[in-house]
């Protein structure tokens, strides 16, 4: 068996502020002064349990208000790369949270600025490149968002796509119709969280109003057949996170995951860490999760990986090269 931290892979379904550690936490908010509800850092660990999405929604909102300055976003993204870039990711398509930064008296610029910094630094030292994807909460009103969209354009900020992430239940995509439209004219990149606890409706809704290229999750679409059909031909890849749907109780446990059956339907389905500081682990843990839970061989785990370059937004001539990294991966 090969070391799964060497595979070259592309990660695609990351939130920076998942990649606060509850250390980093605690130390930000030491630095910034800001008061957190917790204890000791003992304390903060005891709540990473979550009985569902909105659970951890209301953990890593509440810690993000330790982000306040440049420096802060910059830190992130060094500190998350640094992690992944050991675990053989070698690109990644970050997503943010723009609105709960500026909801609460941070400006958008000192935002981009920051994350712009750490990305140029984490670049030069690990040869990782990121691009970012501003997300958009689905629980937030499709006008706030609008009012977002027209932010990031009137600050040139550097984003090549928008996602749709928060709350699922009782926020369809329908709801954000005009938002991509806008996203679309703009020539941005269009992905969504849909099917995590929404239903395979809401995978199907999302592809049909919102046009995403991308699926986020999307593991409930095992439950229509004709949406899996849909996905296999049409070549539609899904960011799938396994620690995650287990630790926000999607699925009971990882053996009870989907990712095969997608993999047998002949689906693109990708592996990734959505929120890793919250959900036990960064790209590379979850695909040996996989291995050690579905015994997958090496050749699956390098399809997996090339899976990853194939959905990326990538320019195909710095695809060829990743999928040539994989192929001398396997050959050794
Ligand atoms: N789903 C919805 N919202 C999120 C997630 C997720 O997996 N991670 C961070 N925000
Ligand atoms: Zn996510």
Same mark, same amino acid.
């Given at each position: 068996m090969r070391d799964l931290s060497t595979l070259p892979k592309v990660e695609l379904h990351l939130h920076l502020e998942g990649t606060l550690e509850p250390e980093t936490v605690l130390e930000l908010a030491r630095r910034n002064k800001v008061e957190l509800p917790y204890a000791d850092l003992e304390d903060l660990r005891g709540r990473?349990?979550?009985?569902d999405l909105q659970s951890f929604l209301d953990l890593i909102y509440a810690n993000l208000t330790v982000l306040q300055t440049e420096e802060d976003f910059s830190d992130l993204v060094t500190a998350y790369v640094a992690r992944a870039a050991a675990g053989g990711v070698r690109h990644v398509e970050a997503f943010f949270d723009p609105q709960p930064h500026v909801a609460r008296g941070i400006p958008l610029q000192r935002v981009l600025d920051g994350l712009a910094s750490g990305i140029a630094s984490a670049e030069r030292d690990h040869g990782t490149t990121v691009e970012l994807i501003a997300c958009f909460h689905r629980d937030r009103s499709e006008e706030e968002a609008l009012a977002m969209l027209a932010a990031l354009e009137e600050a040139g900020a550097p984003i090549i796509g928008i996602g749709l992430d928060s709350a699922e239940v009782g926020n369809?995509?329908?709801?954000f119709q005009r938002v991509y439209a806008r996203a679309g004219e703009l020539g941005l990149h269009r992905v969504a969280h849909a099917g995590?606890?929404?239903?395979?409706a809401s995978v199907t809704e999302a592809l049909d109003?919102? &046009?995403?290229?991308r699926v986020d &999750?999307?593991?409930?679409?095992?439950?229509?057949p004709a949406l899996m059909d849909r996905l296999a031909r049409a070549g539609t890849p899904l960011t799938m996170c396994p620690l995650s749907n287990v630790r926000l109780r999607c699925v009971d446990t990882l053996a009870d995951h989907p990712l095969p059956a997608f993999l047998e339907a002949g689906v693109l389905v990708t592996v990734n860490s959505d929120d890793p500081a919250y959900f036990g682990g960064y790209a590379d843990t979850n695909y040996e999760a996989l291995r050690a839970t579905f015994g997958f061989s090496d050749e699956v785990m390098a399809r997996l990986a090339r899976n990853s370059v194939t959905a990326s937004f990538l320019p195909e001539g710095r695809k060829t090269e990743l999928l040539s990294e994989i192929d001398a991966w396997i050959a050794t």
């Open positions: 990473y349990e979550f009985t369809p995509p329908a709801k995590e606890e929404g239903g395979a109003l919102l &046009h995403i290229e &999750h999307g593991i409930q679409a095992i439950d229509d």
